[in-house]
């Protein structure tokens, strides 16, 4: 079982930049593709961004493509988030998860990631 814990949220004018990190104990990281998801406040949770176990490929929503990038450290057994040009809707807290299967690589639901972390909030300031 990976455990997931997220970190790097903050208060963030808008147009500003923040790197999220999530940390995975265990050695099966590198086997799992994983993801990020973001709740807004009243709001379901929703896809972002995930990347292959070899970090070769990514997909993103579309509210974030172009301004948001996912990358992994497999070394270090850690998956990052860089957002640039934050906007106040981007205001959530959020949260890494892995891909349950890699047979599920390109879904957006949540129902086929797990393993979710606690959350860290990013908050942008208009």
């Known amino acids: 079982q990976v455990q997931l814990v997220e970190s790097g949220g903050g208060l963030v004018q808008a147009g500003g930049s923040l790197r999220l990190s999530c940390a995975a104990s265990g050695r099966t990281f590198s086997m799992y593709a994983m993801g990020w998801f973001r709740q807004a406040p009243g709001k379901e949770r929703e896809f972002v961004a995930a990347?292959?176990?070899?970090?070769?490929?990514?997909y993103y929503a579309d509210s974030v493509e172009g301004r948001f990038t996912i990358s992994r450290d497999n070394s270090k057994n850690t998956v990052y988030l860089q957002m640039n040009s934050l906007k106040p809707e981007d205001t959530a807290v959020y949260y890494c998860?892995?891909?349950?299967?890699?047979?599920?690589?390109?879904?957006?639901?949540?129902?086929?990631?797990?393993?979710w972390g606690q959350g860290t909030q990013v908050t942008v300031s208009s």
């Open positions: 998860a892995i891909l349950r299967r890699i047979t599920d690589w390109g879904s957006a639901e949540e129902r086929d990631f797990g393993s």
């Open positions: 990347i292959r176990p070899s970090g070769g490929s990514t």
